[in-house]
């Protein structure tokens, strides 16, 4: 599978130049593209802000124009901040992506252009473009550093697809304990909350011990937890004792 | 709905709380919090890289610790770039996101936390947090500027749900055409073509005239592009006759 060309269309600065490089090494992507860039290039500029990510200055290319830069390409995407009066699919970064992975699934090869720091691509280039590709931001504040553009739309390529869980639950190679060691540890829990005296309403009882439950499997302890719970209690009980001994002496 | 909390967890350089300033208002936030900056607050470095999203600056608050900081918050994430060896909810972006909607939905306050430049949050500071937010990056050269890992996570935020389209054909306020034009066009032109003895080989005829239909409809074309196609049709077989006619002349 091809990696997906990132194309800088007329960029000023060097330095955006270098950033772009550095979010797309990021992002896994390689194939920066120039077309006509303000100061030349090579460009001594875009070294540092790159921070590192020099194979992609090192094999970026130059063109003279759109048209010459895409040329070996099959799909082309043209991103916007602003909607264009033109007749053209547009999509999402997210919806960009996924018409990406599949073309490139498909064998195709696909890139995309970024305009001009001050302006933005211009209609002819987007003409050019299979499709629009429409970062939607806050309309009364929607001016996005070029290279943060690409970060944005190299991430939504490398954003884990939909397969990937939304979130999952980390233990750092913990075991979670099973229902039965927690049940256990409940059971120890409010087998000493009686000893002790703490239902002193006995009719709230069964709420309590039904919200303690609640509380400890909505937590998902680990194995390591269950343990370090049932030392909570043994001290915690103990240091209850050692106070009531301290403070009421027995002849014991 | 409450906004999100963006909270900068000791920050090294003003330039990169401006710049997240800047990433923050592009994805409407504007709950900016600072613990301990390093330079203090406010920092005149700060102003420019925020590029005008001084509302956001002007309005951010600074706590001496990351638990003053989420003490009025009720859930709070925890941005990492690295695992960490913690039970601990891991989530991607997206499903924080999901997250951070739903707990707006009922009321609850987020934040979200970001460590400083070189070394991220510590260990502390993330055990605070209801949950990691882990941006997973090329794991060979996954280092982010502070202000791109808030861009990335607000964008997140911002990005539309599930039921926006992921891709729309935007018409610029021309209507698309009916199949009725389009079969109009399409008959003119196939008429046009047996005219003008297009089909040599007639076995090959219904196999171009389904092509031409499919490239076509594929299109989907609008009532303009119809108009002007009409105009295209008409002035290829006006110029064909007077190139024709040059090379050709006739008595008539």
Known sequence: M?????ILVRPQLGENIGA?????LNCKLDDLRLVAPRDGWPNPAARAPASGADVVLDTARCFDSVAAAVADLDRVWATTARHRDMVKEVATPRGAARQIHDAQANGLRCGILFGPERTGLDNDDVALATAILHVSLNPDFSSLN????VLLVA???LEPTDETPDSVLATGGDVAADHAA???????????LDEDGFFRAPEMRPSVVRNLH???????????????LHGVISILRGSRRSFIDRDEPTDD
């Open 155 to 157: 991430y939504s390529l």
């Open 182 to 192: 927690v049940l256990a540890l409940l059971d120890r829990l409010i087998g000493a």
């Open 20 to 24: 772009t490089a550095r979010a797309m």
């Open 2 to 6: 091809s990696t997906t060309a990132i």
């Open 214 to 228: 609640n509380f400890f499997f909505r937590a998902r302890p680990t194995d390591q937890e269950v343990r370090t």
């Open 146 to 149: 070029l290279a943060q553009a």
